[in-house]
Structures are given as C-alpha cells and as structure tokens.
C-alpha cells in the first residue's frame, strides 16, 4: 500500500533533501522549484547534512518524500533508504541520487522507489518526484 499523506491537498508537502554537499541540496531544491506539477501542493523543503537528522525528521512522521544522494560521506544515501524502509511503518517515498546512471541497481537493493543519476537533470528529477507524489496527495472533489 503507498504511502497516503493525511495533509490536506493545499498544504504543502515536506520533501527531506540529505546531502553532505550544500551544492547538491541547492541543485535538488532548483530542480524541483516550490510546484514541479499543478495536481500537487507546493513542496516545502527540508534541507539535512547528516544521518542522524534525517532519521530524526523522518521520525517524526510529516515527511513525504526523501531525497537522499547516494554519494554523500560518510553516510550514503542508498544505505540510509534500506534503514528507513526496514524501520518506518508506512515510510515515505524515497528517491536515491545515484553516482551515474548504471548504480540504479543499487538503488532496488535499498528499496528507494527511483534513482536519479548525477549530474542531476531536472526534467527527469521531476518526473520521478511528481510520480512518487501524485499517488500519495488526497483526491480532491
């Protein structure tokens, strides 16, 4: 069963954004802007350097999506995602930035829902992140 956010449609959704790197952080946030379709709410953006943040703010259950780059040190992004999804009842969709396009392998082992090579695209971070949120946003009548 997927993940369903009890939020109301015009409330925002808080997307975690991890990263060792606050270049990465900024790439991910840009690419993706305040609205990267019109069927979902604004995304309100959680910026986190450091594992033991993230599990802290996935925790406390208001994430809807966690971005996590599989490239940062010393925790990866692929390692904190088999966590999350082996620990969190009901967690979050979780997409994995992965060093290049072949590791999106890596990314099944840890349970992630997408991968997205570096160097980001924007149009496929997009894509990705909006078909992971569409499913979990409340129909509206």
Avoid at 118 to 130: G, K, R, S, T, Y
């Amino acid at each position: 069963m997927p993940f369903v956010t009890d939020a109301p449609a015009d409330r925002p959704i808080k997307v975690l954004v991890y990263s060792d790197d606050v270049n990465t952080r900024q790439q991910v946030i840009l690419a993706l802007g305040r609205r990267p379709h019109p069927d979902l709410p604004e995304l309100q953006y959680v910026e986190v350097a450091t594992e033991p943040v993230v599990l802290q703010n996935m925790d406390r259950g208001d994430i809807g999506l966690a971005i996590l780059d599989g490239e940062a040190v010393p925790a990866g992004g692929m390692g904190i995602a088999k966590q999350l999804k082996d620990e969190i009842y009901k967690c979050p969709p979780v997409v994995v930035l992965t060093g290049r396009p072949q590791d999106a392998w890596l990314a099944t082992w840890s349970r992630a829902e997408a991968a997205v090579p570096h160097p980001i695209d924007p149009i496929q971070l997009a894509e990705a992140v909006v078909a992971l949120l569409r499913p979990t946003v409340p129909a509206t009548s």
